[in-house]
């Protein structure tokens, strides 16, 4: 399907490609496609077309700022979310999944990077078992990552219990936010 | 025979431990070693007209020497040594603006027993300071008003630069064992771990604050920062010698317990590696460490007990769940903990060897967690209650389960940390805004705070 279109657009373009394929700007590799339904393709293929070497199509030319970001940019507005938590709970919820599940294609997209799961409770728990807390929750996190294809050993694990809330606040809205697995990358 | 035992740990410690010099602040000023001595009658003890306890009057110390800072150490005494005093309760005291009309002995010569009489007064304290070639001299009584007669009588000389207060501390602790058998508190000093310096953590892009390990003395006075590791260490705890603190260290990504032997500027690793390891708890005799940790994975944390240069890890607690927290028995053979191994943290008890079934404690709590084992002669755990919104400090009598409450919703009140002679309790509590340091009485008596700059926390009461 993508060949196809790329086909089709190498097709279109030869005529403007042709004289300056050489100095096309290097993108970053594609991410895979998304499985294809179960419609085959009814048609072969139309053949390639013999006459040019098919050049790369202009689009698109932005650079992948999540590949070229430092690691320090890249953790300042990670595009890895954290999970939320219940109180007292290491469940990942639904809404954690999905978070997980997104984090889990960035991190299949971009394969070197290793990260830190951070376990991180509120105030409401006592210091000393929320570091224990802390844990499982990053445990969770971890496990579900590992469930969908992820290697282990890019996942560190650590713990800080109630010692670095998220936000300083005492209601509920603040806790909600502290009750966290947060994910540091700490490799690319 | 003091100074020789001190020598004895310094030098054993040096030679028995790889020590780190990394990162370590200078040596805290060592204790001055006052010598003392005692010119009259030992083991006298001061009666009482009547019942209830003896009350007692402690006017300001004389200043035998004329210069300005004698006769400031000669005032700080005599307050410091009221305050000491009058924290355990062993004593009455007559108010000081009574003593006004009484005029000033010049001496312990020149004592006007008649006029302390009239005023109820069963004892007198009364105390000098003089400079010597040493350095300071104090030289304490206690006199019987009744008979006139000296009870208590000690010289406690010491260096001119050392902290004057530690002399009406020595001097509280003395008169209290010579006199109730009691053994105070005033000579101890609180651990805690405080964000006060307003660091940053380094390595990382949250704002995420220091916190470094510190001392006081009991009352809050002279607090001094014990490391510089510029990470987060926290949950410092004693050594039953009084020397080192263990704590857990984040200094290299992973918790690791450390100990600072805070009086040399050394510092050892207890534990290293990439597993994670909290909440260092000293065996009795100091040999020892019970600490926590997930090293086996899958969420669950479990108690291992490892001897204190890192050797001979064995596993204590077996079981699918959190179990954290531990504290030793006064004994040393048991040791308590949390585990939520039901559903919520509850406090239980396991023998030190780890045999047998651990034993759950508290029967009513919600949440229970930071079980702190009172010294004799009480039997009882303190620890930390969910108790609404926030955490208050119960403390359960371990032989008829009775179970006391000592603070009430003021604020969060949670990490009890026993005096030594567990008659007080150390905890953090969020009643003055952000997290400090108070004490209370086992009684839920005299809350007193310690603490007042930044967060401080996880506090720990020394043994001596």
């Known amino acids: 399907m993508v060949r196809r279109i790329a086909v089709i657009l190498t097709a279109a373009s030869l005529a403007a490609a042709a004289a300056c394929h050489k100095k096309a700007p290097p993108v970053a590799r594609p991410a895979p496609p998304p499985p294809t339904s179960t419609t085959a393709p009814t048609q072969p293929p139309a053949p390639p077309e013999p006459m040019r070497e098919p050049v790369v199509p202009a689009e698109p030319v932005r650079d992948d700022s999540i590949a070229s970001a430092s690691l320090d940019d890249l953790n300042r507005n990670s595009p890895l979310k954290p999970v939320f938590y219940e109180l007292d709970s290491s469940e990942v919820n639904p809404a954690g999944q999905k978070v997980l599940d997104e984090n889990a294609t960035l991190l299949k997209r971009y394969p070197a990077w290793a990260i830190t799961i951070e376990g991180h409770c509120d105030e409401r728990g006592t210091a000393e078992y929320n570091l224990a807390l802390g844990e499982r929750r990053a445990v969770a996190a971890r496990a579900y990552l590992v469930a969908q294809g992820i290697s282990a050993d890019r996942l560190r694990i650590v713990s800080y219990g109630k010692e670095f809330p998220f936000d300083p606040g005492h209601d509920e809205s603040a806790f909600a936010k502290n009750r966290r697995a947060h994910f540091v990358i700490t490799a690319k | ?464």
């Open chain 2, 1 to 464: 025979m003091k100074n020789s035992i001190l020598a004895g740990a310094i030098a054993s410690a040096m030679l028995t431990t790889g020590w780190l010099r990394a990162q370590q602040p200078p040596p805290t000023s060592p204790q001055p070693p006052p010598t003392t001595q005692q010119p009259s009658e030992i083991g006298a003890a001061i009666t009482v007209d009547g019942g209830g306890p003896p009350r007692l009057a402690v006017p300001d110390f004389v200043a035998l020497s004329p210069d300005a800072e004698t006769v400031a150490i000669a005032k700080i005494l005599g307050q410091v040594l009221w305050d000491d005093l009058n924290f355990e309760h062993e004593f009455a005291f007559i108010p000081r603006d009574v003593y006004a009309s009484i005029p000033k002995a010049t001496s312990l010569s020149d004592v006007p027993f008649d006029r302390w009489r009239e005023l109820n007064a069963d004892g007198l304290v009364i105390g000098t300071v003089q400079k010597v070639d040493a350095g300071v001299k104090v030289e304490v009584r206690l006199f019987e008003v009744r008979t006139r007669r000296s009870v208590f009588g000690k010289e406690y000389t010491g260096a001119a630069s050392a902290n004057p207060r530690r002399y009406a501390h020595m001097v509280s602790d003395d008169l209290h064992l010579t006199q109730r058998a009691l053994h105070g508190v005033a000579q101890t000093r609180i651990t805690f771990a405080s964000d006060r310096d307003g660091e940053r953590m380094k390595n990382t892009v949250q704002k995420r604050d220091v916190k470094e390990i510190y001392i006081a003395d009991y009352d809050g006075e002279r607090q001094t920062r014990v490391t510089v590791n510029g990470t987060l260490n926290v949950f410092p705890r004693w050594s039953p010698d009084g020397r080192s603190i263990a704590y857990t260290s984040y200094g290299k990504g992973t918790p690791q317990i450390l100990i600072s032997n805070i009086f040399q500027a050394t510092r050892e690793e207890v534990t290293k590696g990439s597993d994670e390891n909290w909440l260092a708890a000293w065996s009795p005799d100091g040999t020892k460490l019970c600490i926590a940790s997930p090293r086996e994975g899958r969420g669950y944390t479990n108690l291992y007990v490892i001897n204190r240069d890192g050797s001979g890890l064995r596993k204590l607690t077996n079981h699918p769940s959190i179990n954290t927290s531990p504290t030793w028995s006064p004994s040393g053979a048991q040791i308590a903990f949390s585990s939520d191994r039901t559903g919520s943290p509850q406090v239980y008890v396991v023998g030190a060897d780890g045999v047998g079934q651990a034993q759950r404690i508290t029967a009513s709590e919600s949440y229970a967690d930071k079980p702190t084992w009172s010294p004799a002669p009480y039997n009882e755990i303190a620890y930390t209650a969910r108790t609404g919104p926030g955490n208050d400090i119960k403390v359960i009598d371990m032989a008829t389960r009775e179970v006391r409450q000592l603070t009430f919703g003021e604020g969060s009140n949670e990490s009890p940390a026993f005096a030594p002679n567990g008659r007080h309790i150390a905890f953090t509590s969020t009643r003055a805004g952000k997290k400090q340091i108070f004490t209370i009485a086992r009684t839920g008596k005299d809350l007193k705070q310690l603490t007042r700059s930044g967060n401080n926390e996880h506090p720990d009461w020394s043994a001596k």
